[in-house]
């Protein structure tokens, strides 16, 4: 899940990272009365982020892709509360499983997309039974044949999907049939009475550049252009996935040439640069991704097109709280909160400033800031914003929204509870 820099990747700009963490020293106040009143760590999730960011990502497309659906990628994160913002946001939900569908059936969602690899007769299912609410990306040639008879004794109609895979070697091979199975596929779907196949789906991941979209869209329409006109005058949609990085980019630790393994501290070093990886504005997401479908995909059928992002717009809506329970020298600290808050070894590459709302400072310190779990991988970070840091200190790890709360995990210690920050 992570990206190595290589040395001719750009240093975080200083004064970049300096206006990010003062961006939450400004509102360390609201933090910090919230991590009193609970008295334990947390994660504060932020609607009005994401409504923000609803609001953003909307305005970026709607000008150059008119008909449009957008839709939220529960996995990123799966937060009733963040579903049910982007539901009252004007967003579709996209699930990847029968546990996010039933979640997103309770939601009161109508417009919801059923994507991913593998799905049991269960949760297809669950979905034939809300077919007026529910459209299923079907995944290969098989989950077709499993769905027809499924559907056919619920006497309903599903309308589908096919998903295309983005990359035919290795493993994201998984997802999806070939792009040159499509006419096989969709011979096969007339002989289903009960799938009215009516779309197409790919995705793409971690884009920091619209390049990976725009230029399968173009084998798309190069596709569809041999494809039976019947097929392509009844398509519907196109949904083109997620994959939108956030426009920070992606930041990382790099490790001095030679080195190997975890940094070591050493007291009279001092904070080692950070590295990020740039990403382009959505409004250049839209630009692009604009551009390639009315080049090639109208001038074949003028269907809708949908768009699934995630991480670009829960990024930012949910921070973790936390406090220093023992101080062990000047360069190590111990929280209460382990990484099985966030589920893996996240720090360990990626770097995000962890923030003494305590003793705020725009000067970062080295220290090793580690979490309580019985493991050396319990990393928050090679450092802190802060005058100082001493037991009872109040620690923030801004930006954990996406992919962090939905690898939660139930190990060793306890995953905090939320509290929703309205204002």
Known sequence: MTHHPTPDQ?????????????????????????????????????????????????????????????????????????????????????????????????????????????????????????????????????????????AAAANTTVRAGVRLTTNPSGLWRKFGILPDQLPEFQQAALRCPHIDLRGIQFHTSWNLTPRAHADFIRTLGALLAAMPEAFTRQLAFIDIGGGYWPEQGEWLHQLPEGETGTPEHNPSRKCRPHYRLAAEPITVFAREIGRAVTESIWPVTACRICLEPGRWICHEAMQLLMSVVDKKGDDLVITDAGTNTIGWERFETDYFPVLNLTRPDLTERPCHVLGALCTPHDVWGYSYFGQDIQVGDILMIPAQGAYTYSLRQNFIKPVPDVVVLNR
Do not use: C
């Not at 970049?16 to 509102?27: K, P």
């Open 10 to 150: 750009a240093i975080l700009p200083a004064e970049a990272l300096a206006s990010f963490v003062q961006s939450w020293f400004d509102r360390r106040e609201t933090y910090l009365r919230l991590f009193r009143e609970n008295g334990r760590p947390l994660y504060v999730l932020e609607p009005d982020v994401l409504t923000r960011q609803a609001d953003r990502f909307k305005k970026a497309f709607q000008p150059v892709l008119p008909e449009t659906g957008f839709y939220f990628a529960v996995k990123s994160n799966n937060h009733p509360g963040v579903a049910r913002t982007l539901l009252e946001s004007g967003f579709g939900l996209d699930v990847s499983s029968g546990l996010e569908l039933r979640m997103a059936l309770d939601l009161g969602a109508d417009n919801i997309v059923f994507s991913g690899p593998g799905k049991t007769a269960d949760e297809l299912k669950l979905a034939v039974d809300n077919a007026g609410r529910v459209t299923v990306l079907i995944d290969s040639f098989g989950e077709l044949q499993r769905l027809e008879p499924i």
